[in-house]
């Protein structure tokens, strides 16, 4: 895409991001992204074949802004940096509990565009977990990312859906990493 096109997709995004901050997904019309973004419904349509498709960039660029955020702050141990990328994405998404609801309704979308971005989101944050669990080893650093994503999921989904306080997600979490911290070196 030439720059412009790039920059006008860039723009319905953050529409749609900003949209998201300060109300639930099934509240927004595609219409009213377009309108924030200052460009027609069809020209929107141009970029994305569905709201589920630009939902699922709005979650990447949502994720990108938060790793930007992140780079700034590791300091300190492998520990220390660890239980710090874990806390800030459980903090993230508690703070604004819509993108979580938004990755959870989007794992159920059929549009091909959505799926493949979804997939992308979940690729990255396995591949930048792994790497934080480096220090195991490959195929343990693999198997840790694995696990501490299945427990911080599941742990958001008691909490966002089912009311079980936030402090559970963080204890389940910490107590996951407490079972590392020997083998962190």
């Known amino acids: 895409m030439p720059a412009w096109q790039l920059a006008r997709r860039e723009k319905i995004v953050l529409a749609g ?23 027609a419904l069809g020209t929107l349509y141009r970029y994305f074949s569905s709201k589920e498709h ?8 949502w994720s990108a802004l938060g790793k930007s955020v992140e780079r700034r702050s590791s300091k300190g141990s492998p520990e220390q940096h660890l239980r710090s990328r874990i806390r800030g994405v459980i ?21 091909p565009n959505a799926k493949t971005l979804l997939n992308d989101f979940g690729e990255a944050a396995q591949v930048s977990l792994v790497s934080d669990f480096a220090a195991l080893g490959p195929q343990r650093a693999e198997d840790a990312a694995t696990m501490m994503w299945a427990i911080i999921s ?8 089912h009311g079980v306080p936030m402090r559970e997600v963080y204890r389940i979490a910490d107590g996951f990493l407490d079972l590392l911290v020997p083998d962190l070196g």
């Open 17 to 39: 991001l900003h949209l998201l901050e300060s109300q639930e997904y099934d509240r927004i019309q595609i219409r009213d992204v377009a309108a924030e973004a200052g460009v």
């Open 54 to 61: 630009l939902y699922a960039a709005v979650l990447m660029e």
């Open 91 to 111: 903090k993230a998404f508690e703070r604004q509990p819509q993108f979580y609801k938004v990755q959870v309704l989007l794992q159920s979308s059929t549009d």
């Open 154 to 161: 599941s742990m958001l989904t008691q909490s966002i859906y």
